[in-house]
């Protein structure tokens, strides 16, 4: 992979980009050339020139061919056969390698104290309920049903219960619920009453 090129500083006299765009350039880069964003990507003439690269490369019907065949291989990777066979590798290799779950585990608790990671995933969630309320009331219901299957039920227990016996998880998971109750008390009501129709 081709090293980015470092700038080595802001450009003092008042020249022309020397990427065709015509603006003055503010940046140098290791290369000598000057330009009028901080990388290349951000000058008007080498976006437009992509632009018109990648309008030329769309429309090509050997580039086409080679797109659809992606697109088949994404829709054959979501088959119930391929998720399959993909769930009992990662089953086989948490079952050789016990330890690189574990340690992600501890990882993620740690990752997740920080009030800040709290906060933005917080942000992130609302923000998605409110552009998307329909696709997450039906994945809830969908959700809901499929978690109030017995089998369902006795998996989700014994897959916390042992989440509980890592160090920590315990003290970060009701410090997160506070927060969460605190802040969106209406929330905990909407769970009892989903629940309660099922």
């Known amino acids: 992979m081709a090293k980015r090129k470092k700038r080595l500083g802001l450009v003092v006299e008042r020249v022309a980009c020397d990427y065709g765009c015509g603006g003055l350039a503010y940046y140098r880069f290791a290369n000598g050339r000057v330009c009028c964003g901080s990388n290349i990507a951000k000058c008007p003439a080498k976006r437009k020139l992509h632009s018109d690269y990648m309008d030329k490369v769309n429309n090509d019907p050997a580039f086409k061919e080679v797109k659809e065949k992606r697109i088949k291989g994404i829709r054959k990777s979501r088959t119930p056969e391929f998720k399959k066979k993909q769930k009992e590798i990662m089953v086989k290799w948490n079952v050789e390698?016990?330890?690189?779950?574990?340690?992600?585990?501890?990882?993620?608790?740690?990752?997740?104290?920080?009030?800040?990671?709290?906060?933005?995933?917080?942000?992130?969630?609302?923000?998605?309920?409110?552009e998307h309320p329909e696709s997450f009331k039906e994945g809830q219901r969908k959700n809901?049903?499929?978690?109030?299957?017995p089998?369902?039920?006795?998996?989700?227990?014994?897959?916390?219960?042992?989440?509980?016996?890592?160090?920590?998880?315990?003290?970060?998971?009701?410090?997160?619920?506070?927060?969460?109750?605190?802040?969106?008390?209406?929330?905990?009501?909407?769970?009892?009453?989903?629940m309660l129709e099922y």
């Open 144 to 149: 809901t049903e499929k978690a109030c299957r």
């Open 151 to 194: 089998e369902a039920r006795k998996k989700a227990r014994e897959k916390a219960l042992q989440q509980f016996t890592v160090p920590g998880f315990k003290e970060w998971f009701c410090q997160l619920m506070r927060n969460l109750n605190e802040e969106h008390p209406e929330w905990g009501q909407k769970h009892t009453e989903r």
């Open 97 to 130: 390698h016990p330890e690189a779950g574990k340690e992600h585990s501890e990882w993620l608790i740690e990752y997740c104290k920080d009030s800040e990671v709290i906060k933005q995933m917080s942000v992130v969630m609302i923000k998605a309920h409110q």
